[in-house]
């Protein structure tokens, strides 16, 4: 699961990061960004890659609380994830995550990143939903999986990192290889910084 995250980075690292372009939208640095929160996303349109502000949690009217997490198991499996699967997929820049480790019966709070970058990307998912005033509004989830090696012991869930090679064949809108994209879905192999 993930459940809370981190990006400490301005909007000009982002634009550096990603090659993107700034739509409409402001964000400030958060050391925690919680389920609810307007957080930025990456998204491909056209050729073009944009940072936008999205809701964190789809929000369908069946649910009482959002979802901010969809296992990659099953979201070529379950309708609410299915569609924006194949046609909504996001990046979500992240400096690190947090999980919560179990030590003698207490929740030991662990901040989570790894080596490679300083901002990466958790695999995202976005789509449109209407809250109860009927007002639209966008809002991603997170895509997770089993966790690696080195996060077993804290959690058996981690979110999926898509590594900088995957990041622009995920984003592809007009990749409808659902198998390849799911074996990009996987746990992080390389090491992490639990801190």
């Known amino acids: 699961m993930c459940g ?6 301005d909007i000009d690292m ?17 050391k925690e960004i919680f389920p609810t929160d307007t957080a930025p996303v990456i998204r491909q349109t056209g050729n073009d890659k944009h940072i936008d502000c999205l809701k964190w949690g789809f929000a369908p009217s069946y649910s009482k609380v959002p979802l901010i997490n969809a296992r990659a198991e099953t979201i070529d499996a379950k309708s609410i994830f299915r569609d924006s699967f194949i ?3 996001c990046l979500i820049p992240v400096t690190n995550f947090f999980e919560w480790e179990k030590i003698d019966g207490k929740k030991v709070k662990r901040n989570i990143s790894i080596l490679e970058d300083e901002i990466f990307s958790l ?3 976005y789509n449109t939903f209407f809250d109860k005033e009927g007002n639209r509004f966008e809002a991603f989830t997170i895509i997770t999986t089993s966790s690696s090696n080195s996060m077993r012991y804290i959690h058996d ?7 900088r090679g995957f990041e622009a064949r995920w984003l592809n809108r007009g990749n409808r290889n659902l198998m390849g994209l799911k074996e990009i879905l996987l746990p992080w192999k390389s090491d992490m910084i639990v801190e």
């Open 87 to 89: 046609n909504r997929r």
């Open 14 to 30: 982002l634009i550096e990061r990603y090659n993107a372009i700034i739509g409409d939208t402001h964000f400030d640095r958060k």
């Open 157 to 163: 869930r981690m979110p999926v990192i898509i590594p």
């Open 123 to 125: 695999a995202g998912l």
């Open 4 to 9: 809370r995250y981190a990006l400490d980075a």
